[in-house]
């Protein structure tokens, strides 16, 4: 590879090092930079030697940055809008490691025992998620049913694909297109607290929502 190809690369791996100190749009935005200068780094030395790289650098770097400036800005303020509806109700807000925002609703606010039916409590949290969803478009929805060991499987499985469905059921009355929505029941196999106590089991009966890009909407 040419000197200029390398510099270059050098140059993007530093913009990707320089991120710990940054926000969290700033790295993402960065990150994105970082990542599409290399690339386009590396198929342009292929292509045109050391002046390929260059231009290959400076496409690939802002097509990186506006990638990652869209996807913070957006799922940023879907965030924020989300925490601020949520504030007091203990559902956890958070953003994943693959950039998927996730409402983990635990399930005093979300089914009773044995139950599909959406809580009244959960219903205004509901409102507010198929508002910011109508306000970003481009993003798909994943809704993930739990329940605790008791019962069986046999109870289990099914029940949590009722609770997901219902809330899939409840975000199309408010407005947003079914196609956007997909639902899968865990049952009780991935329980995210101990079963053999009953504050555990109570975490373990939860719904959790996951929402993304379009193109990032794999778990």
């Not at 993007?12 to 290399?38: S, Y």
């Not at 109700?89 to 983990?104: F, I, R, S």
């Amino acid at each position: 590879m040419t000197k200029p190809a390398t510099t270059t690369i050098i140059a993007a791996a530093l913009l990707l090092g320089g991120c710990a100190n940054m926000t969290e749009g700033q790295r993402q935005t960065a990150q994105g930079g970082g990542i599409g200068a290399a690339t386009g780094a590396v198929l342009g030395a292929i292509a045109g030697g050391g002046q390929g790289a260059a231009i290959g650098a400076g496409v690939g770097g802002a097509l990186g940055a506006g990638g990652g400036y869209l996807w913070s800005r957006h799922m940023q303020e879907q965030k924020q809008a989300m925490q601020a509806a949520t504030a007091g109700t203990g559902v956890a807000v958070t953003q994943t490691t693959n950039n998927e925002l996730k409402l983990d609703i635990p399930s005093d606010l979300s089914f009773d025992t044995g139950r599909s039916n959406v809580k009244p409590d959960l219903r205004p949290v509901l409102d507010r998620l198929a508002q910011t969803l109508q306000a970003n478009p481009v993003t798909n929805v994943r809704i993930v049913g739990h329940t605790d060991n008791t019962g069986g499987d046999a109870v289990n499985d099914p029940l949590s694909v009722e609770r997901a469905a219902a809330v899939r059921s409840y975000l199309i009355e408010r407005g947003i297109a079914g196609t956007r929505l997909t639902t899968v029941g865990r049952g009780s196999h991935e329980p995210a607290a101990d079963n053999s106590t009953v504050e555990g089991r109570a975490k373990n009966r939860r719904v959790e929502v996951f929402v993304a890009e379009q193109a990032t909407a794999v778990r």
